[in-house]
Structure formats: structure tokens, C-alpha cells
């Protein structure tokens, strides 16, 4: 008896796996590569995307910073500083998801450097 209520159990568990295994993640479905272009002071960074098919409201076709004079293409500025790995460093390329489910607050200093005016929730994800 003590048997068959552990194989009972056994499969139900894995037939429950297969079930959560079969669920698409619907937020990392849609990766995009970016370029981490400027890392500036107080997380002011700017972002180009790479490849990827992003709804043009999210990102800057054309935006220049003001303070270099140079023009990106597909520039974006990132909503949530908290969450960036300081791993990435300039010109450092990666994968990431639009995520706004895990905003978290921090301590932001309030220094001023150009950034592009469009801002994305992220989420930085392997490939």
C-alpha cells in the first residue's frame, strides 16, 4: 500500500512538471540585443538597440548627446537603474526583455548627464 501511494505521488508530480514546463514565459519570448554606448555618472547610461524588433515608441531613431556631440541610432535611456548589473561595462553588448514587474527603489544620485529621453524597463537575460 505504502508503495503504491508513492508511485501515486510520483507521477502526479510529474505530470504537474510537464504541465508547468509546457507554459511559454511570455516576457522573455521577445529578447532584444543592446549596446551599452555611455556610462555616464549618477547611472545616466545610454543604449542603442541592436538587434531585435522594437515598437519605435520605445527607442530615439536618431538622438545626439549634448555633451559629445555624437549621434546614436535607436538610443534609449533604461527606467530602472537599480536593476542593471555593474558587470556591463561601455561597449559591452547584450540580451535583455522589457520586464516592469520588478521595479525596486534605490538611491539614485540627482547629477546631470544627457540621456536620450525614451526609457525602457529591463531586464538583463543570458541568450
Given amino acids: 500500500?505504502?508503495?503504491?501511494?508513492?508511485?501515486?505521488?510520483?507521477?502526479?508530480?510529474?505530470?504537474?512538471?510537464?504541465?508547468?514546463?509546457?507554459?511559454?514565459?511570455?516576457?522573455?519570448?521577445?529578447?532584444?540585443?543592446?549596446?551599452?554606448?555611455?556610462?555616464?555618472?549618477?547611472m545616466n547610461y545610454t543604449f542603442t538597440l541592436q538587434e531585435g524588433k522594437l515598437d519605435t515608441s520605445f527607442v530615439n531613431a536618431v538622438?545626439?548627446?549634448?555633451?559629445?556631440?555624437k549621434t546614436y541610432k535607436n538610443a534609449f535611456g533604461f527606467a530602472n537603474p537599480c536593476d542593471f548589473p555593474a558587470s556591463i561595462k561601455e561597449g559591452d553588448e547584450f540580451w535583455f526583455v522589457i520586464d516592469s514587474t520588478g521595479q525596486k527603489q534605490c538611491a539614485v544620485c540627482m547629477a546631470y548627464y544627457p540621456t536620450p529621453p525614451k526609457k525602457i524597463w529591463m531586464r538583463v537575460v543570458t541568450q
Fill in 1 to 42: 500500500m505504502k508503495t503504491f501511494i508513492l508511485l501515486s505521488s510520483l507521477v502526479l508530480l510529474n505530470v504537474s512538471a510537464d504541465k508547468c514546463s509546457d507554459k511559454k514565459d511570455t516576457a522573455t519570448d521577445n529578447k532584444y540585443k543592446a549596446r551599452l554606448e555611455t556610462k555616464a555618472l549618477c
Fill in 63 to 69: 538622438w545626439t548627446d549634448e555633451s559629445t556631440g
